[in-house]
């Protein structure tokens, strides 16, 4: 069945600190692959998405996100976190010939002084 | 990008009652827009894809009587909660499909919806 795990569920990452978000797919065939920031209580803002090319991707706000076809990952980086980065963090998944976005149950991201 | 507006950003209603949720696509044209739900500290669920001037589909386990939804035009979807319940509060985020070779969706701000 088609999947999309984020095995963290939360991180505590210091300011200035790099930040690696893990995302996993389970899909027949190289989706859409977004990643997408939530405020508490606002919309979803989308931050990056590969859908072919080069697989290291940027994005807004200073984040990239490298696909590698191998591990069937798509994971979030940034070098240096800021205090106004602390959000819950959306890696989705959408199949080429599909409509449906899938999302992953979210990572929740805390900055720590 | 393209921008998706949803209205109102939050509703109190009394249980029983109908509540309706606007979605518009405001500077392009969506054939297919997308109505989710989330609940506190979790993600987001798809409830139905709807594509304008057909019915709407439903995931498995959503109800389509209680939550009725519309896309009468390109630009237009809503959601009705009917005869709403406490178990109905939620936060409702809609997305907007730009277009079908692309997969990019846009995302609504989000109606907070409280079921007293």
Same mark, same amino acid.
């Given at each position: 069945?088609?999947?999309? =795990?984020?095995?963290?569920?939360?991180?505590?990452? @210091?300011? +200035?600190?790099? *930040?690696? $978000?893990?995302?996993? !797919?389970?899909? %027949?065939? =190289?989706?859409?692959?977004?990643?997408?920031?939530? @405020?508490? +209580?606002?919309? *979803?803002? $989308?931050?990056?998405? !590969?859908?072919? %090319?080069? =697989?290291?991707?940027?994005?807004?706000?200073?984040?990239?996100?490298?696909?590698?076809?191998?591990?069937?990952?798509?994971?979030?980086?940034?070098?240096?976190?800021?205090?106004?980065?602390?959000?819950?963090?959306?890696?989705?998944?959408?199949?080429?010939?599909?409509?449906?976005?899938?999302?992953?149950?979210?990572?929740?991201?805390?900055?720590?002084? | 990008?393209?921008?998706?507006?949803?209205?109102?950003?939050?509703?109190?209603?009394?249980?029983?009652?109908?509540?309706?949720?606007?979605?518009?696509?405001?500077?392009?044209?969506?054939?297919?827009?997308?109505?989710?739900?989330?609940?506190?500290?979790?993600?987001?669920?798809?409830?139905?894809?709807?594509?304008?001037?057909?019915?709407?589909?439903?995931?498995?386990?959503?109800?389509?009587?209680?939550?009725?939804?519309?896309?009468?035009?390109?630009?237009?979807?809503?959601?009705?909660?009917?005869?709403?319940?406490?178990?109905?509060?939620?936060?409702?985020?809609?997305?907007?499909?730009?277009?079908?070779?692309?997969?990019?969706?846009?995302?609504?701000?989000?109606?907070?919806?409280?079921?007293?």
């Amino acid at each position: 069945a088609q999947s999309v =795990t984020q095995p963290d569920i939360h991180i505590t990452v @210091s300011e +200035g600190a790099s *930040l690696e $978000l893990r995302c996993n !797919y389970s899909y %027949g065939a =190289t989706p859409y692959l977004f990643w997408y920031v939530q @405020s508490p +209580g606002q919309g *979803l803002q $989308l931050l990056l998405k !590969y859908f072919s %090319g080069d =697989t290291l991707v940027q994005g807004i706000k200073g984040f990239e996100a490298e696909f590698k076809r191998s591990q069937s990952s798509f994971n979030l980086r940034k070098p240096s976190v800021h205090w106004s980065d602390a959000a819950e963090y959306f890696c989705a998944v959408k199949a080429r010939d599909f409509q449906k976005l899938v999302f992953g149950t979210g990572t929740r991201l805390l900055v720590s002084p | 990008g393209a921008v998706v507006s949803q209205h109102p950003s939050w509703v109190i209603c009394k249980s029983g009652t109908s509540v309706k949720i606007e979605c518009r696509s405001l500077d392009f044209q969506a054939t297919t827009m997308f109505w989710y739900r989330q609940f506190p500290k979790q993600s987001l669920m798809l409830m139905a894809t709807s594509n304008e001037g057909s019915k709407a589909t439903y995931e498995q386990g959503v109800e389509k009587d209680k939550f009725l939804i519309n896309h009468a035009s390109l630009t237009l979807s809503t959601l009705t909660v009917t005869s709403a319940h406490p178990e109905d509060s939620s936060f409702y985020i809609c997305s907007a499909q730009t277009s079908i070779h692309t997969g990019e969706l846009f995302f609504g701000e989000g109606s907070r919806l409280t079921v007293l």
